[in-house]
């Protein structure tokens, strides 16, 4: 069964933008730790951007930090994706932060997460 719903991916030349959407399926992520993933052909999924229900807090992996925002309001997740490149090309997923007990409140680690989505594609040609 499919968790989330991620949409607004595309092709875009390098330089361009994107802003994509996820929303909960037959549930709601208000309260729940978020973040988003991707996959590039032939790699494993990353971590890109994580933030906390509130939206106070954010964390970016290095490869994307002052390009993407992550933000959230009572019912979406975003990513605004800015000056894209061509190895920000994968599929982008979204998901919630199940922490165990005790874990810390933040983690971009892909197995403290669940309710994925199907991924939306973002292509960035050169």
């Known amino acids: 069964q499919v968790q989330a719903v991620e949409s607004g991916g595309g092709l875009v030349q390098a330089g361009g933008s994107l802003r994509l959407s996820c929303v909960a399926n037959?549930?709601?992520?208000?309260?729940?730790?978020m973040a988003w993933f991707r996959q590039a052909p032939g790699k494993l999924r990353e971590f890109v951007a994580y933030i906390t229900w509130s939206g106070d807090d954010t964390h970016y992996a290095d490869s994307v930090k002052g390009r993407f925002t992550i933000s959230r309001d009572s019912r979406k997740l975003y990513l605004q994706m800015n000056n894209l490149k061509p190895e920000d090309t994968a599929v982008y997923y979204c998901a919630t932060y199940r922490p165990r007990d005790g874990a810390p409140y933040y983690s971009s680690h892909e197995s403290d997460y669940a309710y994925w989505g199907q991924g939306t594609q973002v292509t960035v040609s050169s």
């Open positions: 037959g549930r709601t992520f208000r309260g729940d730790n």
